[in-house]
Nanobody, 115 residues
């Protein structure tokens, strides 16, 4: 089992920045993919960004150039630096980890961007 604890969400004005953190605990092997998804009201959950333990990154098209994913493998922690936030970035952001052929989700953290 793996547990994910997220932090860093909140309310910010358009153009502002936020940083999300997610720490994984439990049976976390050295080979895994950690990332962030988001879900806005009435919309499907979508990939924001993910990053393998080897360093490969992937971003959703809508956040490229504005968001940066990073991780600290020693701490099993993934970060999402969100800059130039827009009202359409408003959503619940979920941390995700794929490890040992299983997928786990965090409880979600609300990000609200006011115009």
């Amino acid at each position: 089992q793996v547990q994910l604890v997220e932090s860093g969400g909140g309310l910010v004005q358009a153009g502002g920045s936020l940083r999300l953190s997610c720490e994984a605990s439990g049976t976390v092997s050295s080979s895994n993919v950690m990332g962030w998804y988001r879900q806005a009201p009435g919309k499907e959950r979508e990939l924001v960004a993910d990053m393998s333990s080897g360093g490969s990154k992937d971003y959703g098209d809508s956040v490229k150039g504005r968001f940066t994913i990073s991780r600290d493998n020693a701490k099993n922690t993934v970060y999402l630096q969100m800059n130039s936030l827009k009202p359409e970035d408003t959503a619940v952001y979920y941390c995700n980890i794929y490890v040992l052929r299983r997928e786990y989700w965090g409880q979600g953290t609300q990000v609200t961007v006011s115009s």
